[in-house]
């Protein structure tokens, strides 16, 4: 493992025509002593052809597993302290990795930053602008980056997955194994778990952004159907990860990881609603109630405070 040296690992399946954007955003950061590693996960397309065209890239071809298997992959590939990984079609800003890295203390082994997407959406502020969250977390900060302890990481993580793998850089040593190959979204999500349920681990965030997210019709997650995303992240990802960290969980926890997917299935029944979906609306109210009876009362009752909030201050827009 070189002290210094952060590996990018970059996963990519048929984006030839993202995946070099993504190669020269890594290319073009300011901080020098990097090591590129991009695993092909079986791509028909021209992508070797393109990935080969830099020079000091290392190029790994697969057959198609997914990304957490390409992940993988690369992981076992790296050199670095640090490693990173970008999806092939994000874009990171040419300081993301110095002004990560910088945050990167001995006692430190997790930073991530905020993001910008091509759809407008506002990357981490929609979890961090409830009152209650920001009384958690936004407790201790340094110009605008905010500082985790190790309890504060861990309730985090349980609660939700705070970013994307785009978003994240991991201190080699904190990292006990890979990328759960059994998860079919939140694979990112299970590695964060591993780290913080594996020892204390603090962490740094901002919500500068330094990163693109481009919001397109093949990503895991953003973009997606609602229907598509409930059946894979909360049908299948989320019990899955229950089971394999509950024998590390206080039953407080438990419960704070129960009512964070009794809120999803809340929002999904939410967008149900809004495409006039009613069988699908009560299937995810009636999972909500079983996970998580109070929690699912008061996360329909802020649904309804904010529906009828946009909706006066809409009529009072038009009526002015």
């Not at 409830?130 to 190790?150: F, I």
């Not at 895991?220 to 229950?242: F, K, N, V």
């Amino acid at each position: 493992m070189q002290p210094g040296l952060v590996s990018v690992i970059i996963p990519t399946y048929n984006r030839a025509h993202l995946v070099a954007d993504a190669i020269r955003s890594v290319l073009a950061q300011d901080y020098a002593h990097k090591q590129i590693i991009v695993v092909d996960d079986g791509s028909t397309d021209e992508t070797r052809r393109i990935v080969e065209g830099f020079a000091g890239v290392e190029y790994h071809h697969q057959s198609n597993q997914g990304q957490a298997a390409a992940r993988n992959a690369g992981l076992r590939h790296c050199r670095g302290e640090y490693v990173a990984s970008l999806d092939s079609d994000d874009i990171w800003d040419p300081a993301f990795l110095s002004e990560g890295i910088g945050q990167l203390l001995p006692e430190r082994s997790i930073v991530f930053m905020n993001w910008r997407t091509s759809n407008g959406n506002k990357g981490l502020e929609s979890f961090f602008r409830r009152a209650a969250v920001r009384r958690r977390y936004l407790t201790r900060a340094l110009g605008s980056w905010w500082h985790l302890d190790a309890a504060q990481t861990r309730r985090m993580v349980l609660e939700i997955c705070p970013a994307p793998s785009s978003a994240l850089i991991i201190r080699r040593s904190a990292m006990p194994g890979g990328w759960n190959e059994q998860m079919r979204i939140a694979d990112d999500w299970c590695l964060l778990l591993d780290i913080v349920l594996h020892r204390p681990t603090a962490a740094a965030f901002t919500m500068a952004p330094h990163w693109l997210k481009r919001v397109q019709g093949d990503n895991i997650y953003d973009g997606r159907s609602h229907t598509a995303i409930a059946q894979e992240l909360s049908a299948h990802d989320e019990p899955l990860l229950l089971r394999r960290h509950q024998g590390q969980l206080s039953r407080s926890e438990i419960a704070i990881f129960q009512q964070q997917q009794a809120e999803h299935y809340v929002n999904y029944a939410y967008t149900s609603y809004k495409h006039s979906e009613k069988n699908a609306m009560l299937r995810h109210l009636l999972a909500a109630f079983r996970l998580a009876p109070f929690a699912t009362g008061c996360c329909i009752l802020r649904e309804v405070a904010d529906y009828v909030k946009h909706y006066y201050a809409k009529s009072y827009a038009q009526s002015a």
